[in-house]
């Protein structure tokens, strides 16, 4: 069993801390995990960002706030753990904040270094975070139309697997997270989605976060999309965005099932 999605950030990048993770997903019956970090932890990413802080003084203060760090922190606790045996699978990673205006960007930064797994995911609308509490309500659903919002997603999604830059895509449907459903029928697209997915050889996840970290009741992908996924055969892998140790493998029993092909 595999949980395709964690992050060490809220630790250091120590083996001591990496077998915290290992420990608690062998507690919970995963033979392998994929290690991943954002890129807005690192300096040599920051201009991924400068649009974002320039919306308004909540995005600043949110970019600002964080602690960044040479990328070479990550890359080089990489090459280190490489050489250790550990007692399950560990894949190390990026995910990587999708921008159509960025992409010769980050298509030159990824040939720096070479991680197992790159994972695009799309946190902003047009530099606008859509899922910080606290923020994102202001800065963008209070602002704009729904409707708009969820077809100017799906289109930076396209435009996401169309760039050819990444393995996988993280959490697809996170967009649900506050509750503001649009009010045409998303079939169309998440079908376009998936062809795409399985054109350009890409994964996605079926990533529980959105249920335990944010309180919503949908456990993982909500059910109609799961489908959709399956009936074209897009590769998909259960997760759940642990941000912590004790995260790593929750809820995963519960959606292996109806997630895996047989």
Same mark, same amino acid.
């Given at each position: @069993?595999?949980?395709?999605? @964690? ?7 120590? /083996? ?13 019956? #995963? ?21 974002? $802080?320039?919306? !308004? ?5 949110? #970019? ?13 606790? &990489? ?26 960007? &980050? ?6 270094? !070479? ?14 975070? %859509?899922?910080? $509490? ?56 998440? !079908? ?15 990533? /529980?976060?959105?249920? %335990? ?5 949908? @456990?993982?992908? !909500?059910?109609? #999309?799961?489908?959709?996924? $399956? ?16 995260? /790593? ?5 519960? #959606? ?7």
């Amino acid at each position: @069993m595999i949980d395709a999605h @964690m992050h060490l950030e809220q630790g250091s990048y120590t /083996v001591d801390w990496l077998m915290e993770f290992i420990n608690t997903a062998q507690s919970r019956g #995963i033979n392998e995990i994929w290690v991943l970090e954002h890129t807005h932890r690192f300096f040599e990413f920051a201009p991924l960002y400068q649009q974002v $802080k320039e919306v !308004n003084d909540l995005q600043r203060k949110w #970019i600002e706030d964080k602690h960044l760090l040479p990328l070479s922190s990550y890359t080089n606790f &990489i090459r280190d753990m490489r050489k250790k045996t550990f007692p399950i699978t560990v894949h190390f990673g990026l995910e990587v904040c999708y921008f159509p205006q960025h992409e010769q960007f &980050i298509r030159d930064m990824l040939a720096e270094f !070479n991680y197992d797994f790159v994972v695009g995911s799309i946190h902003f609308i047009d530099n606008m975070a %859509y899922d910080l $509490k606290g923020i994102s309500e202001a800065t963008l659903w209070d602002r704009y139309d729904t409707d708009w919002i969820w077809k100017r997603y799906f289109e930076l999604m396209e435009a996401l697997i169309k760039s050819d830059l990444f393995d996988g895509t993280a959490h697809p449907d996170t967009l649900k997270m506050f509750h503001r459903m649009p009010e045409f029928d998303t079939t169309a697209n998440w !079908n376009r989605i998936a062809d795409l997915l399985v054109k350009h050889q890409m994964y996605t996840e079926n990533n /529980v976060g959105c249920y %335990y970290r944010y309180n919503h009741e949908e @456990m993982g992908l !909500n059910d109609k #999309i799961l489908q959709i996924f $399956k009936d074209h055969h897009v590769k998909l892998y259960c997760a759940t965005d642990a941000h912590n140790p004790k995260f /790593v493998g929750i809820h995963l029993d519960e #959606i292996k099932d109806k997630t895996l092909y047989d």
